[in-house]
C-alpha cells in the first residue's frame, strides 16, 4: 500500500512539474504551428492565428504514399492540397514546409487497421491516426526542430474545445465539445494524450461551419470554396472502399445467411467489406437485408431482412485498450454499484446517448439506457461527462 501511495504522489508530483514549466495559453512571440490540410478549416485557423503576434508557421503532413500502390506519385490528391496550402500561406504571409510521414502512417495505423479487417473487424483508422501521427509523430518532430526548451503549441481546424480544470491542485487541460454540435469532431480527438492535448489549440471551437464559410470568402482565402473531404484518408473519395482494399488483401468468398431461416441468400468476397448494419446489397430478395453477424472462422456474413430487426440492436458493449484522456485520474464512479452516468458515442456520425460505465476487471463495459442499433466490434467508444470528453476505448464485444 505505502509503494502505491508513493507511486501516486510520485506521478502527481511529476504531471505538476510538467504543467508548471508551460503556460496555458500560448503568449506572444511563442511558436505555433498550424496543421495544414489543404481544406477551409485549416485556412481559417491558420488566418485566426496569423492575426495575433505568434510566430506562426504551417506544415502540411504527407501521410500516404501512393508509391506504394501505383509505383508514380504523378497527379496524386497530395499534390493539390499541397499547392492548396501554399497558396493560403501566401496569402497570409506565412512560411510553411511538408513532412513526409507516410512511414509512420503505414506502421501506426494502416497495417494495423488492415489486421483489423482481415479479420473481419471494422476499425476507426482516423482516431488512430491523430492519436499516432498528428498530436504524436509530428509534434514530437516539432518540438525537436524547434530547437526550444518547449514544445511548440499544434493548432488544427478540428471542431472541439479545450479549457483547462485544477484537479488535485494540478491545472489539466480538458478536451470539450464545440458550439457546432454537428460537426463536432472529439469523437475523433479522443485518444490524443493529455501531454499532446495541453499544447493543442482549436481556434474553431467556437465557430460554426457556415461562419468559417463566410470568413474564408470575407477573407478571400483561395480555398473559400473548396468541397469538404470526406470518408478514410487513405482511400480517398473516388475509390470505393471494396475497389482499394482488394489491392492487399486477397478476396476470400463465403456464403451469406439468413439469420431467421439459416438458408444461403447470397455469397461475398470478404468479411472485410461488411460492417455490422450495413446494407448487405443481395439481389433477388423482395426486402433489404442488414449484416447483423460475421462468423469469421466460418467465414459467413449473417443478414436480417428490414432496418429495425431486433437482432440488430444490442443493450450494452465492452472495450479493452481503454485510454483515459487523463491516465492516472480515471472517475471514482466506475467502482460504484451504479457505475458512472454518462454519454457516449460509438461512431462519430450519431448524437450522443446516455450510458452508465463500469470497469470490468480489465475492460469497460458501457450499458446503454436504451437499445442502440447496429454497434460493430472494432469501432471506438468515447465517453462524455457533459461536453467533457473524457477518452475511449476499441469495442470488443457487443451484447
Same mark, same amino acid.
Given at each position: 500500500?505505502?509503494?502505491?501511495?508513493?507511486?501516486?504522489?510520485?506521478?502527481?508530483?511529476?504531471?505538476?512539474?510538467?504543467?508548471?514549466?508551460?503556460?496555458?495559453?500560448?503568449?506572444?512571440?511563442?511558436?505555433?504551428?498550424?496543421?495544414?490540410?489543404?481544406?477551409?478549416?485549416?485556412?481559417?485557423?491558420?488566418?485566426?492565428?496569423?492575426?495575433?503576434?505568434?510566430?506562426?508557421?504551417?506544415?502540411?503532413?504527407?501521410?500516404?504514399?501512393?508509391?506504394?500502390?501505383?509505383?508514380?506519385?504523378?497527379?496524386?490528391?497530395?499534390?493539390?492540397?499541397?499547392?492548396?496550402?501554399?497558396?493560403?500561406?501566401?496569402? =497570409?504571409?506565412? $512560411?510553411?514546409?511538408?513532412?513526409?510521414?507516410?512511414?509512420? #502512417?503505414?506502421?501506426? *495505423?494502416? @497495417?494495423? %487497421? /488492415?489486421?483489423?479487417?482481415?479479420?473481419?473487424?471494422?476499425?476507426?483508422?482516423?482516431?488512430?491516426?491523430?492519436?499516432?501521427?498528428?498530436?504524436?509523430?509530428?509534434?514530437?518532430?516539432?518540438?525537436?526542430?524547434?530547437?526550444?526548451?518547449?514544445?511548440?503549441?499544434?493548432?488544427?481546424?478540428?471542431?472541439?474545445?479545450?479549457?483547462?480544470?485544477?484537479?488535485?491542485?494540478?491545472?489539466?487541460?480538458? =478536451?470539450?465539445? $464545440?458550439?457546432?454540435?454537428?460537426?463536432?469532431?472529439?469523437? #475523433?480527438?479522443?485518444? *490524443?494524450? @493529455?501531454? %499532446? /492535448?495541453?499544447?493543442?489549440?482549436?481556434?474553431?471551437?467556437?465557430?460554426?461551419?457556415?461562419?468559417?464559410?463566410?470568413?474564408?470568402?470575407?477573407?478571400?482565402?483561395?480555398?473559400?470554396?473548396?468541397?469538404?473531404?470526406?470518408?478514410?484518408?487513405?482511400?480517398?473519395?473516388?475509390?470505393?472502399?471494396?475497389?482499394?482494399?482488394?489491392?492487399?488483401?486477397?478476396?476470400?468468398?463465403?456464403?451469406?445467411?439468413?439469420?431467421?431461416?439459416?438458408?444461403?441468400?447470397?455469397?461475398?468476397?470478404?468479411?472485410?467489406?461488411?460492417?455490422?448494419?450495413?446494407?448487405?446489397?443481395?439481389?433477388?430478395?423482395?426486402?433489404?437485408?442488414?449484416?447483423?453477424?460475421?462468423?469469421?472462422?466460418?467465414?459467413?456474413?449473417?443478414?436480417?431482412?428490414?432496418?429495425?430487426?431486433?437482432?440488430?440492436?444490442?443493450?450494452?458493449?465492452?472495450?479493452?485498450?481503454?485510454?483515459?484522456?487523463?491516465?492516472?485520474?480515471?472517475?471514482?464512479?466506475?467502482?460504484?454499484?451504479?457505475?458512472?452516468?454518462?454519454?457516449?458515442?460509438?461512431?462519430?456520425?450519431?448524437?450522443?446517448?446516455?450510458?452508465?460505465?463500469?470497469?470490468?476487471?480489465?475492460?469497460?463495459?458501457?450499458?446503454?439506457?436504451?437499445?442502440?442499433?447496429?454497434?460493430?466490434?472494432?469501432?471506438?467508444?468515447?465517453?462524455?461527462?457533459?461536453?467533457?470528453?473524457?477518452?475511449?476505448?476499441?469495442?470488443?464485444?457487443?451484447?
Amino acid at each position: 500500500m505505502f509503494r502505491q501511495c508513493r507511486f501516486s504522489q510520485l506521478q502527481k508530483l511529476q504531471i505538476r512539474s510538467y504543467y508548471d514549466s508551460r503556460t496555458h495559453v500560448p503568449r506572444k512571440g511563442d511558436k505555433v504551428v498550424v496543421a495544414m490540410s489543404g481544406g477551409v478549416d485549416s485556412s481559417v485557423t491558420a488566418k485566426l492565428l496569423a492575426d495575433n503576434d505568434y510566430d506562426l508557421s504551417a506544415v502540411f503532413m504527407r501521410n500516404w504514399d501512393t508509391r506504394d500502390e501505383s509505383g508514380s506519385d504523378h497527379g496524386c490528391e497530395w499534390e493539390k492540397d499541397w499547392e492548396d496550402v501554399r497558396r493560403v500561406c501566401r496569402v =497570409l504571409d506565412i $512560411p510553411c514546409k511538408m513532412v513526409d510521414l507516410s512511414r509512420e #502512417y503505414w506502421t501506426r *495505423v494502416f @497495417e494495423p %487497421s /488492415l489486421k483489423f479487417w482481415e479479420s473481419g473487424i471494422t476499425p476507426n483508422p482516423d482516431v488512430w491516426c491523430n492519436k499516432e501521427v498528428k498530436f504524436g509523430v509530428l509534434l514530437d518532430r516539432l518540438a525537436e526542430d524547434s530547437g526550444l526548451s518547449n514544445t511548440p503549441w499544434l493548432a488544427t481546424g478540428h471542431y472541439a474545445n479545450k479549457d483547462w480544470k485544477y484537479h488535485n491542485g494540478v491545472l489539466r487541460p480538458r =478536451l470539450l465539445r $464545440p458550439r457546432d454540435v454537428i460537426k463536432d469532431q472529439t469523437y #475523433y480527438l479522443s485518444s *490524443v494524450p @493529455e501531454r %499532446s /492535448l495541453s499544447r493543442a489549440l482549436f481556434p474553431l471551437g467556437s465557430i460554426n461551419k457556415t461562419e468559417v464559410r463566410e470568413l474564408a470568402v470575407k477573407w478571400n482565402l483561395p480555398t473559400a470554396a473548396r468541397q469538404e473531404s470526406m470518408g478514410i484518408c487513405f482511400v480517398g473519395e473516388k475509390r470505393k472502399f471494396h475497389d482499394f482494399i482488394s489491392q492487399y488483401i486477397p478476396p476470400k468468398p463465403g456464403p451469406i445467411i439468413d439469420l431467421e431461416t439459416g438458408l444461403q441468400v447470397g455469397e461475398h468476397t470478404g468479411p472485410w467489406n461488411f460492417t455490422i448494419g450495413q446494407g448487405a446489397k443481395v439481389r433477388g430478395l423482395k426486402e433489404k437485408t442488414f449484416v447483423v453477424k460475421k462468423d469469421i472462422p466460418k467465414n459467413i456474413i449473417y443478414v436480417v431482412p428490414g432496418t429495425d430487426h431486433p437482432a440488430l440492436y444490442a443493450q450494452s458493449l465492452t472495450v479493452r485498450d481503454w485510454t483515459w484522456i487523463w491516465a492516472d485520474s480515471p472517475p471514482i464512479e466506475l467502482m460504484h454499484p451504479g457505475g458512472l452516468k454518462a454519454r457516449m458515442k460509438f461512431r462519430h456520425v450519431m448524437s450522443d446517448i446516455g450510458c452508465s460505465v463500469y470497469s470490468d476487471n480489465e475492460c469497460i463495459r458501457i450499458d446503454f439506457d436504451e437499445p442502440q442499433k447496429a454497434v460493430a466490434s472494432g469501432q471506438v467508444a468515447t465517453v462524455y461527462v457533459e461536453d467533457w470528453c473524457l477518452g475511449c476505448g476499441t469495442i470488443v464485444e457487443v451484447a
